[in-house]
């Protein structure tokens, strides 16, 4: 167990947590890809390679090149995409999708976080247009997710920051520094190896539901292993929770950028590879 009290007096601290198979059973991206098919944005071709992508994103076997094509088709796919309309269609289905696959487990544990005084962060490789809302979704101080590039309100399918592997331990060093985060005192976790920079940089590293090479270092290492394995609605942890109406999750979704101002703040320093898993 986290203890619940942390001394203030110390430097302040921060957990930071990987999304997809980390917080939620599946990829954050990819999730949303029937209601990008109902909202007019991909075919039904597109939906059956990402329906793939999913399996075998969940099953584990996607290797180093087999990512790169998935990053490849995934950005060429989002270029000329109208930025207000995907924030809508994912403030819309948000609850639908993603309530449902939040790890109990994981909510837990960034309640716990909160208790004890500490940020939680989400680190994602996914598009900040999916992860900013599913991050207030969660309660997240801050959010950290791959930026595309926008020009007159569409994606140009080029990015303007990828958190992907050694960036993702960059950003985190960062925003330790604007925030005062002691990083030796910090928490981090995360189901891939890839993420292994990102895990290395706390003092409390923590894989969860790791991949094959990620468990290897994670043993090799003495970091904890957790398995999470119970994904739960929010509302069925919390029955009290009082839900925003729709219409101002959609408001939340559309304001995201202005919302979220500095949290994702460094990304246009950046170039790089787009993935949305």
């Known amino acids: 167990m986290l203890r619940l009290v942390e001394n203030h007096s110390l430097p302040r601290t921060a957990a930071f947590f990987d999304l997809d198979k980390t917080v939620i059973a599946k990829s954050s991206t990819l999730t949303f890809s029937k209601s990008f098919y109902q909202g007019g944005l991909i075919n039904r071709r597109a939906v059956l390679r990402t329906a793939f992508a999913q399996f075998v994103f969940l099953a584990g076997g996607a290797d180093h090149e087999q990512m790169e094509r998935l990053r490849e088709y995934l950005s060429a796919l989002c270029r000329g995409w109208n930025v207000q309309q995907v924030r809508e269609l994912v403030a819309e289905t948000l609850h639908d999708l993603i309530d449902p696959i939040i790890y109990?487990?994981?909510?837990?544990?960034?309640?716990?976080?909160?208790?004890?005084?500490?940020?939680?962060?989400?680190?994602?490789?996914?598009?900040?247009?999916?992860?900013?809302?599913?991050?207030?979704?969660?309660?997240?101080d801050r959010v950290i997710a791959t930026r595309m590039v926008v020009e007159d309100g569409v994606f140009t399918g080029e990015v303007e920051y990828y958190a992907y592997g050694p960036t993702k331990a960059e950003a985190i060093a960062e925003l330790a520094e604007t925030e005062g985060y002691d990083l030796a005192r910090c928490y981090?976790?995360?189901d891939s190896v890839t993420d292994i920079?990102?895990?290395?940089?706390?003092?409390?590293?923590?894989?969860?539901?790791?991949?094959?090479?990620?468990?290897?270092?994670?043993?090799?290492?003495?970091?904890?292993?957790?398995?999470?394995?119970?994904?739960?609605?929010?509302?069925?942890?919390?029955?009290?929770?009082?839900?925003?109406?729709?219409?101002?999750?959609?408001?939340?979704?559309?304001?995201?950028?202005?919302?979220?101002?500095?949290?994702?703040?460094?990304?246009?320093?950046r170039r790089g590879p787009y993935v949305g898993v």
């Open 104 to 140: 109990d487990e994981a909510a837990s544990l960034i309640e716990e976080h909160h208790a004890a005084g500490r940020d939680v962060v989400i680190v994602s490789t996914s598009g900040a247009e999916v992860v900013e809302p599913i991050g207030e979704l969660l309660g997240a």
């Open 197 to 269: 920079p990102m895990l290395e940089s706390v003092g409390h590293p923590h894989a969860v539901n790791p991949d094959r090479a990620l468990r290897r270092e994670a043993i090799a290492r003495d970091w904890p292993v957790l398995s999470f394995s119970r994904p739960v609605r929010l509302k069925q942890r919390l029955p009290s929770l009082s839900m925003p109406p729709r219409p101002v999750l959609v408001a939340a979704a559309v304001g995201a950028a202005a919302a979220t101002a500095g949290l994702v703040w460094y990304a246009s320093r």
């Open 188 to 190: 981090a976790y995360s």
